[in-house]
């Protein structure tokens, strides 16, 4: 089963539509569901106060063994980064309030762009340029909700670019956000489609000695939070291939040198590739 979770009804009209959910009366916030009971909607609410009362509720009264959760929406966007009504699947959340990183599981082919994201407590207005990517007010705290319960591999975000971070609630247009929706509608059904298939996939991928590993590779090459999160990936695809083999010792001394870093880590992302 899959559930899409949106900030913003403008964000949920076009989906409700596209995919002919019904309103459910099973909950006394905005649930909608179709006709096979295959894919449902939560209406969260702008920010994070009400996505961990919503999320836990909706699973603790549909009780489904295998769920992913697709959050769909518009973000801000730093002006010299992306185009009004670019789409990205997101790849990594910083929580600016409690400076916290989540990393979602990305194990399918799309044709999206990928970016990092911070979730933000209030409407930007960036005109000092301080971020750098995109910006919402939801990412983390559902990435923070629903990853000790569901396997991250089934949790996604996919955000559309509304503005260049000069939106407010007194320029807010609602037409024009359900807009940015609607012309991504194909690629969305498509993104499910292909995301639906890693419900197979009941289980975490990687092993606590994988996650160790990946961890004592960080140390002992000094990598980067970006190139650790490469290595994690790429050990998963590895895991993928070759089932309960172990992944490759590392030999290599500390690098001294950023030069020498990046050249051992593409040594070792060439033996997990092979």
């Given at each position: 089963?899959?559930?899409?979770l949106?900030?913003?009804?403008a964000?949920?009209?076009?989906?409700?539509?596209?995919f002919?959910?019904?309103?459910?009366?099973?909950f006394n916030?905005?649930?909608?569901v179709?006709?096979?009971q295959?894919?449902?909607?939560?209406?969260?609410g702008?920010?994070k106060s009400?996505?961990?009362?919503?999320?836990?509720k909706?699973i603790d009264?549909?009780?489904?063994?295998?769920?992913?959760f697709?959050?769909?929406?518009v973000?801000?966007?730093n002006?010299s980064?992306?185009?009004?009504g670019?789409?990205f699947?997101?790849?990594?959340?910083?929580?600016?309030q409690?400076?916290?990183?989540?990393?979602?599981?990305?194990?399918?082919?799309?044709?999206?762009?990928?970016?990092?994201?911070?979730?933000?407590m209030?409407?930007?207005?960036d005109?000092d340029n301080?971020?750098?990517?995109?910006?919402?007010?939801?990412?983390s705290e559902?990435?923070r909700?629903?990853?000790?319960?569901?396997?991250?591999?089934?949790i996604a975000f996919?955000?559309?670019?509304s503005?260049?971070?000069?939106?407010?609630?007194?320029?807010f247009?609602?037409?024009l956000?359900s807009s940015?929706?609607t012309?991504?509608?194909?690629?969305?059904?498509?993104f499910?489609?292909?995301?639906?298939?890693l419900?197979k996939?009941?289980?975490?991928?990687?092993?606590?000695?994988?996650i160790?590993?990946?961890?004592?590779?960080?140390?002992?090459?000094l990598?980067?939070?970006?190139?650790?999160k490469q290595?994690?990936d790429?050990?998963?695809?590895y895991?993928l291939?070759?089932g309960s083999?172990?992944l490759?010792i590392?030999?290599?001394?500390?690098?001294s040198s950023?030069?020498?870093?990046?050249?051992l880590?593409?040594d070792?992302?060439?033996?997990?590739?092979?």
């Open positions: 089963m899959q559930c899409i949106t900030a913003l009804k964000e949920s009209d076009p989906l409700i539509a596209s002919n959910l019904v309103r459910s009366s099973s916030f905005p649930v909608f179709n006709g096979t295959e894919l449902y909607l939560i209406g969260l702008v920010g009400k996505v961990e009362y919503r999320i836990k909706f009264k549909i009780n489904e063994p295998l769920m992913q697709i959050n769909i929406g973000a801000g966007s002006q980064f992306s185009e009004i670019d789409i699947l997101i790849n990594k959340i910083t929580d600016e409690f400076g916290h990183f989540y990393y979602p599981d990305i194990l399918i082919d799309h044709s999206m762009m990928e970016s990092d994201i911070v979730t933000v209030d409407m930007v207005n005109k301080i971020y750098d990517s995109l910006v919402d007010m939801e990412a559902i990435f909700v629903c990853s000790p319960m569901i396997p991250i591999h089934n996919i955000k559309i670019v503005d260049h971070m000069e939106m407010d609630l007194t320029n247009n609602r037409t956000v940015f929706i012309d991504k509608l194909e690629l969305i059904k498509i499910l489609d292909r995301f639906k298939h419900l996939i009941a289980q975490p991928i990687l092993s606590q000695m994988d160790d590993w990946v961890h004592k590779s960080k140390e002992q090459l990598l980067t939070e970006t190139q650790t290595l994690k790429k050990a998963r695809f895991r291939r070759n083999h172990s490759p590392i030999k290599y001394d500390k690098p950023k030069l020498e870093r990046k050249r880590f593409k070792i992302c060439e033996v997990l590739t092979k």
